[in-house]
DNA sequence: CGTCCACCGGAAAATAGGGAGG
DNA sequence: CCTCCCTATTTTCCGGTGGACG
């Protein structure tokens, strides 16, 4: 049994390419976006793609260009969900100053208000789980300050101006990206890419990331999918063994997923995974009763249903299940769930790889 | 045309924690 | 230590929804 993989890094999410592939023209519309010459006034921006499409990377790399004297920051609203621990988190990285917690909002709003007298980039990751969460009142804060721009980044909302006051889009008013899902070609490339920097030369088919490239457009399901391969491989990667692995891979991207979630989080879906078997849609009341009675066969402590119905919509903002909201009707007013068929068009005999 | 389905989702309250000043 | 403020998480409460069925 030889281990094929030399260095991991490249093959996990946290990994920052050096460069980007096939991203030059939304980079370049970033770089416009803050040139020097576009007045004194710092653009805001929202940038939309859905999930692994790179955005995360693209404003992580951007960030590295500003010289020094702008001061950049980053924060991902997923595990900042309120108002009060993105202030905390910006603090932080501004200043370096620890608050703890039990101060007022606005407190923390003047303190960082003196915070930014220099110019000051800062970027708002999966911002939908911060609006759904707090609403936008960080973002009119943000967006008033001076000195200040906003870069907010989102996998759901193609635009926020549905999403927020109108006071708040009014001095918002941002450009707005948008990355495209990546071509199976592209996803090839990148996988091939990662797979040269970590693996042993020569140890991946190029089958078998033509596989995953034509079934996902998602990066991340992606390098998970490959990771798990890589791993389970004696000496190479091939295409038999990427079908294989194909449900552990996607396994390890929802595990990676639901890390930053509660273990109620990942219970739900435990359960919805387990309803869904038969692929028919189900109603939040049944998923609520099945999660209970998973919760007293492990001996915990169920949530409530109202607590539950906010964490089906987490679990949906992360394109884990999909629902039907149906408001009234002889249905009444209620969700029909299931889960994101992912590998919708996997090909059980395919004879039509890309190749080239 | 009235009724009913079934829980969405807003609001308030309960509970548990921390910080600052007296 | 007490008081009074804050945030965070969860529970409790409940009005409201609209198409199909009778």
């Known amino acids: 049994m030889t281990d094929i993989i030399d260095t991991p890094d490249p093959l996990t999410r946290t990994y920052l390419p050096a460069q980007l592939i096939d991203r030059e023209p939304e980079q370049e519309t970033l770089s416009e976006a803050f040139a020097a010459d576009t007045e004194t006034r710092l653009q805001h921006v929202h940038l939309y793609g859905p999930r692994g499409t790179g955005k995360t990377h693209l404003v992580k790399q951007f960030l590295t260009t500003f010289p020094s004297t702008v001061t950049t920051c980053y924060v991902s609203g997923r595990p900042h969900d309120t108002q009060y621990k993105v202030l905390e988190r910006l603090l932080q990285q501004l200043t370096g100053e620890h608050v703890g917690t039990g101060h007022h909002i606005a407190d923390l709003q003047r303190r960082l208000r003196d915070a930014v007298n220099l110019e000051t980039v800062v970027v708002i990751d999966e911002v939908e789980f911060l609006l759904l969460n707090d609403g936008d009142d960080l973002l009119y804060f943000l967006t008033r300050l001076e000195n200040t721009a906003v870069i907010t980044v989102s996998a759901t909302h193609r635009s926020l101006e549905p999403e927020v006051d109108d006071r708040t889009y009014s001095s918002f008013q941002p450009r707005v990206l948008t990355l495209n899902p990546y071509t199976p070609s592209q996803v090839r490339q990148i996988l091939a890419d990662r797979a040269r920097r970590a693996l042993e030369p020569q140890s991946v088919e190029r089958t078998a990331l033509s596989r995953i490239a034509a079934t996902t457009s998602n ?102 299940i999909e629902a039907t909201y149906h408001y009234g009707g002889r249905k009444g007013k209620t969700r029909e769930l299931q889960l994101v068929d992912w590998d919708e068009d996997t090909p059980s005999s395919d004879s039509s790889s890309e190749e080239r």
């Open 219 to 320: 990066i991340a399901i992606g390098l998970c999918w490959l990771r798990t391969a890589a791993e389970a491989a004696d000496d190479a990667v091939t295409r038999s063994l990427v079908d294989e692995v194909q449900s552990t891979g996607y396994a390890a991207y929802v595990t990676e997923l639901l890390a930053d979630f509660t273990p109620h989080h990942r219970r739900l879906y435990d359960t919805i995974e387990l309803l869904d078997r038969d692929r028919n849609p189900v109603i939040s009341g049944a998923v609520y009763e099945a999660y209970r009675d998973r919760c007293a066969d492990t001996g915990v402590e169920p949530l409530s249903e109202r607590r539950i119905s906010d964490f089906l919509t987490h679990l949906e903002l992360l394109g884990l």
